[in-house]
């Protein structure tokens, strides 16, 4: 497939992925009733069934991203302040995560300072502290490259002090970098065709990300694992089971995203994006099920995600226009499926919090 816009036959563009902002109508259609069509035109209905099996490689778009009411979920009291654990015999210190950052990397390094993860200058000073960043660090944000670079010069500094900052790929790393690689190129969604570069646009990309991105950020994105066990805790960045589609182990998932991204074919990397932006798995009757599907495969008692923010988990959400907007504050991490799942996405692009969060969470 050729790069480039204007290349090939003309083709006609159909509705890209949206990752999470719900139209007010999508309270009025079946949950899963749409179809990804323009704005203006009229969606079919639903099949038969349509809510019972969903589609092979179904992905959310902006007509049929499901509501959880606040009810069908629970919330675990959680200290939002655990007491430092002491450092393990193995010279370990304590280990924190982080949910989705998207560009905001002043509230990042408040929230870094605030756990004494950073002094006031955003340079290391927890020594041998470990910290996760569970991914999506770019778009809808003012400085997304700003928080790759930050992550970047934090891993260098806590290596150096015995400690280490590591990241996980998210939906949005693999967004900017087939907007970046293919452009315009056409693939194929599932539900027509589509652009790395029009789903970018859709879903918050920057156009002073896009100017400052080089080389070196493009590698270090490409490299990211998707997924890692640490302390018993599975940290992935989506509430999804699609992990499962590309091996048994962690190391078979983290080799084949890698290979797939080394590849550069544009089907094929496009696949893997809209596989990353699957969400809500682990919600609803059979949600812990699905976590333990995880657990059962690649290790560790409870998952740690981000990807799917707090407020929407709860069904705290307002219109696309803000109407009718009540969400409550997010002040920490959210536990569901009996316990099993912790999500970290605070909703920062939503007037949320960007969270970092010590582990184990003390319940």
């Not at 139209?23 to 704005?39: F, K, R």
């Not at 038969?48 to 179904?58: F, I, K, R, S, T």
């Not at 393990?88 to 390094?109: I, K, M, N, R, W």
């Not at 490299?223 to 190391?251: F, P, Q």
Request: aromatic content about 6%; overall charge negative; charged content about 25%.
């Amino acid at each position: 497939m050729t790069q480039g816009a204007g290349q090939g036959p003309e083709v006609e563009r159909t509705a890209t992925v949206r990752d999470f902002r719900v139209p007010a109508y999508v309270h009025e259609a079946a949950p899963y009733a749409g179809s990804g069509t323009q704005e203006g035109e009229t969606a079919p209905p639903a099949e038969e069934g349509a809510e019972e099996a969903l589609p092979e490689g179904y992905t959310p778009t902006q007509r049929d991203l499901p509501i959880i009411r606040r009810g069908d979920t629970v919330q675990v009291p959680v200290d939002p302040e655990p007491a430092r654990t002491q450092q393990a015999a193995t010279g370990q210190g304590p280990l924190f995560v982080v949910g989705d950052v998207h560009g905001y990397l002043d509230e990042l390094l408040a929230a870094l300072r605030e756990k004494d993860l950073v002094d006031e200058a955003g340079a290391w000073c927890a020594g041998t502290s470990r910290l996760w960043f569970l991914g999506d660090f770019t778009d809808r944000g003012p400085d997304g490259i700003g928080v790759i670079d930050l992550v970047m010069r934090l891993s260098a500094e806590a290596a150096a002090a015995g400690g280490y900052c590591k990241a996980l790929m998210g939906n949005h790393e693999l967004l900017l970098l087939g907007a970046k690689r293919f452009g315009d190129t056409p693939v194929n969604s599932g539900a027509g065709t589509a652009t790395f570069q029009a789903a970018w646009l859709l879903n918050g990309g920057q156009k002073t990300d896009m100017d400052r991105l080089q080389d070196h950020h493009l590698q270090w994105m490409a490299r990211l694992d998707a997924m890692e066990e640490v302390d018993d805790h599975l940290l992935v960045h989506s509430d999804a089971t699609t992990y499962l589609d590309y091996g048994r182990s962690i190391e078979e998932v983290n080799d084949t995203v890698r290979e797939t991204i080394t590849r550069n074919d544009a089907e094929e990397v496009w696949d893997l994006f809209r596989k990353f932006t699957k969400r809500f798995s682990f919600r609803d009757e059979g949600g812990a099920d699905a976590v333990r599907s995880l657990l059962d495969t690649y290790g560790g008692t409870r998952i740690v995600h981000g990807h799917s923010p707090i407020p929407y988990l709860l069904g705290e959400v307002g219109s696309e226009d803000g109407e009718d907007d009540t969400r409550t504050a997010v002040e920490g991490p959210h536990v569901y499926a009996d316990g099993l799942a912790i999500a970290m996405d605070g909703g920062v692009t939503m007037a949320g919090k960007l969270l970092v969060q010590q582990l184990p969470l003390e319940v």
